[in-house]
C-alpha cells in the first residue's frame, strides 16, 4: 500500500507509514483514496479477451464479403479449368507468342494459327501455353492463367487471414502497453 502523504511503499496490513508515521488510508475492493477504480487482474483479463473477440469479430465482417467473392470465384475458375481439361484431354502443348493485347500465335507442322485467351485478356504476358487439337489446330485452349489466377487468390485468402488472427493481437498489444 502507497502512503499518500510521502508516497513510499508499505505492507498491506499496516495502519501508519513506516516512513513517515502518516495514517494509511485503508482501500475497499472496488476504489482506492483519489476514487479511481480499481480493476483486479481477472477482471482486465476478462476485459482484454472480450476486446480481442470484438475487434476479431469486426475485422472478421469486414473481410467476410472478400472471403465469399473469392470463394465463388475459384469454384468458377476451377469449373472453367475442369471444362478446358476435359476439352483438352487429347491435345499437345505449344507455345504461343502474343502479337498484340489479345492475341497470340502459335505455329503447327509450320502453319500459323492466331488465336486469344478463352476467358480473360492476358496482358504483358509474352508467351503462354497454348494446347491444340491435333486433328484441327485452330481448335485450342489457353489455360495457364486461370492456375496462376487461383494460387493468387488462395495467397490473398492467406494474407486476409492472417490480417484477421494478427492485427487484433497487435492493437491489443498497443493497447494495453498505453494503459500501462
Not at 87 to 116: H, R
Not at 134 to 157: G, H, Q, R, T
Not at 166 to 172: A, G, K, N
Request: glycine share 4%; with cysteine.
Amino acid at each position: 500500500m502507497k502512503c499518500a502523504n510521502c508516497g513510499k511503499e508499505n505492507p498491506d496490513t499496516n495502519i501508519r507509514c513506516e516512513f513517515c508515521g502518516q495514517k494509511l488510508q485503508q482501500m475497499d475492493n472496488k476504489k482506492n483514496i483519489n476514487n479511481n477504480v480499481i480493476v483486479d487482474e481477472k477482471t482486465m483479463n476478462k476485459a482484454v479477451k472480450k476486446l480481442k473477440m470484438v475487434i476479431t469479430t469486426i475485422i472478421l465482417i469486414v473481410l467476410m464479403p472478400f472471403f465469399v467473392i473469392e470463394f465463388f470465384t475459384i469454384i468458377n475458375y476451377s469449373k472453367e479449368l475442369k471444362s478446358e481439361d476435359i476439352q483438352s484431354k487429347n491435345y499437345i502443348k505449344t507455345v504461343g507468342i502474343q502479337i498484340s493485347e489479345d492475341k497470340y500465335e502459335y505455329t503447327v507442322d509450320g502453319v500459323t494459327y492466331t488465336g486469344s485467351p478463352n476467358l480473360l485478356g492476358r496482358k504483358n504476358e509474352k508467351t503462354t501455353t497454348v494446347k491444340y487439337n491435333p486433328d484441327n489446330p485452330e481448335e485450342y485452349v489457353m489455360s495457364d492463367f486461370w492456375k496462376k489466377s487461383i494460387a493468387f487468390i488462395i495467397l490473398v485468402i492467406f494474407i486476409e487471414l492472417f490480417i484477421a488472427i494478427v492485427v487484433p493481437m497487435l492493437l491489443l498489444k498497443t493497447m494495453t502497453r498505453s494503459k500501462k
